[in-house]
C-alpha cells in the first residue's frame, strides 16, 4: 500500500505539506524529527487526513495532482480539516 498524507504545522497552521508514504506513522515522526528539508522548520507537524491507494503510480499521480493549483483547491475544499 501507498498512502498520500496531508499535513499541518501545530505552529504555523497555514503551513502544510503532501507526500506519499508506505508507512504513515513512521513518515510524520521523520518529519517532527527535522529529517526533511521540506518541512524542518515548521515542526511539530500534524496529520490531518491520508488516502490508502493499492497502486503505487496512482497514489504518485494522485500526489502530484495535489501539488497543483488546481489540486491545491481540491484539498482545501476537500481534504484539510
Not at 503532501?18 to 518529519?31: C, E, M, W
Not at 524529527?33 to 490531518?48: D, E, I
Amino acid at each position: 500500500m501507498k498512502y498520500v498524507y496531508l499535513i499541518q504545522s501545530i505552529l504555523y497552521p497555514n503551513q502544510r505539506y503532501v507526500g506519499v508514504t508506505s508507512d504513515v506513522d513512521k513518515r510524520i515522526i521523520a518529519h517532527n524529527a527535522g529529517r526533511s528539508p521540506h518541512t524542518s522548520k515548521n515542526k511539530p507537524w500534524k496529520l490531518a487526513t491520508y488516502l490508502a491507494f493499492t497502486d503505487s503510480k496512482k497514489a504518485l499521480e494522485f500526489e502530484k495532482y495535489l501539488k497543483t493549483g488546481s489540486g491545491r483547491a481540491f484539498a482545501k475544499k476537500r481534504l484539510w480539516g
